[in-house]
């Protein structure tokens, strides 16, 4: 039962092994059966997760590549990133791991974020608006130095 759930909802949607953890609990948590046998469901979880490793249904450090390509197209920040992503499970080794090689594929991946939410959040840095500006940014998640940068190119 739950590993056709699993497969399911892996053939749906992306996910790391924590939050399918996550999702089969709750799965079985609402599921109308008798407390032993939702007892035996609980413990089956980790059988289950480990075969969809070995088959390569779940990979976290794909399932982290993959966030983090489509967070940077959105134009999000390395803050953002880092908690979303340690938020659904991710382990900081593999997070790391990951940030470490799209900041060696190209260095400067944090600066075009920030210029795509410039673009996007349509952010002024006239004297009047500069403040604001700084703050949206902050906010994202971009630190001072990048935004100054961002505010020197514009």
Do not use: P, T
């Not at 039962?1 to 497969?7: E, F, Q, R, V």
């Not at 079985?28 to 997760?49: A, T």
């Not at 590549?65 to 920040?77: A, D, H, L, V, W």
């Not at 410039?118 to 949206?136: G, M, P, T």
Request: net charge positive; aromatic share 12%; glycine share 2%.
């Amino acid at each position: 039962m739950l590993m056709k759930y699993s497969i399911d909802y892996l053939s749906k949607y992306s996910s790391s092994k924590a939050n399918l953890e996550k999702i089969l609990k709750n799965k079985i948590r609402k599921s109308n059966i008798e407390k032993k046998d939702k007892f035996i469901l609980y413990n089956s979880i980790q059988e289950i997760i480990i075969k969809l490793e070995k088959n390569n249904f779940i990979n976290d450090f794909n399932y982290a590549s993959s966030k983090i390509k489509n967070f940077i197209f959105q134009g999000k920040s390395r803050i953002y990133i880092k908690s979303y992503l340690f938020q659904k499970g991710v382990e900081a080794e593999i997070i790391s791991k990951v940030l470490h090689e799209f900041d060696n594929e190209n260095s400067e991946w944090e600066i075009e974020c920030a210029k795509i939410l410039v673009r996007k959040k349509r952010l002024k840095f006239d004297k009047e608006n500069k403040s604001k500006s700084l703050s949206k940014m902050a906010r994202a998640g971009f630190n001072y130095e990048i935004s100054r940068k961002i505010f020197e190119k514009i």
